[in-house]
């Protein structure tokens, strides 16, 4: 299976902040990649595809890059509504795999 | 607008089967060539992908699942399920349905189903 590792694991930011957070493949997916943002009680949301394709209907403050094993999502400027939980997930192969996760507090 | 729909028992007990049943509106799940998913979060915990069912009826299950898992289709109801025998504590989780967008990647998820497994 290949392993998605998040880092950080949380995060504190203010509104207005610009947060980055990377993760890491154990071994090369090429784009194959998405970041999800999840709250409390809800399904996770997909923000980015393919590495750094943006989802219809997402602000684009949101950004993601990297290809191979490595990959950063980043938030241009936080606003109160992006505090949440934020994961990766492999498409690359079988099984799919996701990252740990990010959560985002407010500092 | 594709919706999803997660129902099912939300306590099982242990040893015994979790069924769940996902029904979907706003398309059909045996044509467009999208892959149906079961996914599941542990309380507070990341997330597992369960496996698929292609719209041409073909699964796909994550080998540590395998043996434990059946993902069928009922096209008439336009739904899909999810039967994990054997069930633990371990088991206990919430489970959600989910299409891809192109690529596997979950683009529409249900609601998610708390299942709970105790005596």
């Known amino acids: 299976d290949i392993q998605m590792t998040q880092s950080p694991s949380s995060v504190s930011a203010s509104v207005g902040d610009r947060v980055t957070i990377t993760c890491r493949a154990s071994?090369?997916?090429?784009?194959?990649l998405a970041w999800y943002q999840q709250k409390p009680g809800k399904a996770p949301k997909l923000l980015i595809y393919?590495?750094?394709s943006l989802q219809s209907g997402v602000p684009s403050r949101f950004s993601g890059s990297g290809s191979g094993t490595d990959f950063t999502l980043t938030i241009s400027s936080l606003q109160p509504e992006d505090f949440a939980t934020y994961f990766c997930l492999q498409a690359n192969s079988f099984p799919l795999t996701f990252g740990g996760g990010t959560k985002v507090e407010i500092k | 607008q594709v919706q999803l729909q997660e129902s099912g028992p939300g306590l099982v007990k242990p040893s015994q089967t979790l069924s769940l049943t996902c029904t979907v509106s706003?398309?059909?799940?045996?044509?467009?060539?999208?892959?149906w998913s079961w996914i599941r979060q542990h309380p507070g915990k990341g997330l597992e992908w369960i496996g698929y069912i292609y719209y041409t009826g073909s699964t796909y299950y994550s080998p540590s699942l395998k043996s434990r898992v059946i993902i069928s289709a009922d096209t008439s109801k336009n739904q899909f399920s999810l039967e994990l025998t054997s069930v633990t504590a371990a088991d206990t989780a919430v489970y959600y349905c989910a299409r891809d967008h192109g690529g596997h990647y979950f683009a529409y998820w249900g609601q998610g189903a708390l299942v709970t497994v105790s005596t």
């Open positions: 706003g398309g059909s799940i045996s044509s467009g060539g999208y892959y």
């Open positions: 071994q090369g997916i090429s784009n194959w």
């Open positions: 393919a590495a750094s």
